[in-house]
Each structure stands twice: as C-alpha cells, then as structure tokens.
C-alpha cells in the first residue's frame, strides 16, 4: 500500500468500477443498486480535482433519442441508474479518507457538499466506501466502491 505522499501520486488517473455494494445500517444486508456488474469512471487530476459516473450497465436508450424531450418515465428510470459529480479532493493521509468536494452533482442535494470517503489503494484496486450511513433508497447504509485502474490505451 501506498503511504505518505506516494498515496495521492498513485491516486492520480484513471479508475473503472468493479463493484458498487451498499449494507444496509441495522439488518446488514448487502445490496447492489447498479446492478451486478456497474460501469463507472473515477479521475483524480494532478491539479486536485475529481470527476466520479456510475451508471448501470444495462440502461434504456429514450425512445425519441432527445436529450430534452424524454418522456418523464424515461427521465425517471434514467436518474435511477446514474450518479454523478465532480469538483475538488483532498487527501488526508493520516486518517485515510479522501474529501470529494462536489462543485456540481447530477443529485442536486449533493451540489456544494463535502463528502469524506474512506481510501485504501492497493496496487491497482481503489477501495472507496462512505465514512459513514447515508440515506439511501430510503434506508441508512454504507457504499462500499472497488475501482480498477485503467489501462491506457497510448
């Protein structure tokens, strides 16, 4: 693992996601909301900012193909299956958690938040997970994130 400075050095790039699993606060059941196998993108910059996309991997094109003229069943089942946000990060190294400052958000709430996430870089895993319960389909759970770095293709 990846201590001191060297852990935000190795932080930098490219991550797809592997697996996404939330537990459930009081029962501890384990819950995949974007499915088994999810599809995500996480960029850390030099420059310190972030931008995290996960989206389920099997999601309905609109039937119209426009963007603004979707039907609200459409537009529903579509923000169901994605998250979104970017903004900057800071690492604290001593605790483990890295701050994702959230500049914008595709969830409004989140628009302006700070949120801490647990971190720990294994070789080529990213293990990302919340710092604690947060309200999620309407139950309080941890989010548990495994990210893989990504091969570049140049």
């Known amino acids: 693992m990846a201590i001191g400075s060297e852990l935000r050095l190795a932080l930098i790039g490219t991550w797809l996601l592997d697996s996404y699993v939330e537990i459930d606060h009081e029962t501890g059941a384990q819950d995949h909301p974007l499915g088994i196998t999810p599809q995500g993108i996480i960029m850390y910059t030099p420059d310190g900012y972030m931008s995290a996309q996960l989206q389920k991997s099997s999601r309905r094109p609109f039937v119209g193909g426009d963007l603004y003229e979707g039907e609200p069943s459409e537009y529903t089942e579509a923000g169901r299956t994605y998250i979104a946000y970017s903004?900057?990060?800071?690492?604290?190294?001593?605790?483990?958690?890295?701050?994702?400052?959230?500049?914008?958000?595709?969830?409004?709430?989140?628009?302006?938040?700070?949120?801490?996430?647990?971190?720990?870089?294994?070789?080529?895993?990213?293990?990302?997970?919340?710092?604690?319960?947060?309200?999620f389909n309407g139950k309080l759970k941890t989010a548990n994130l495994i990210w893989k770095r990504a091969i570049s293709n140049g």
Not at 96 to 125: C, Y
Request: negative net charge; hydrophobic residues 35%.
């Open 87 to 135: 903004g900057r990060f800071f690492l604290d190294e001593q605790s483990k958690t890295i701050s994702h400052e959230m500049a914008v958000s595709f969830f409004p709430n989140w628009t302006g938040q700070t949120q801490i996430r647990l971190i720990e870089l294994e070789m080529d895993r990213l293990h990302l997970a919340t710092d604690g319960p947060q309200r």
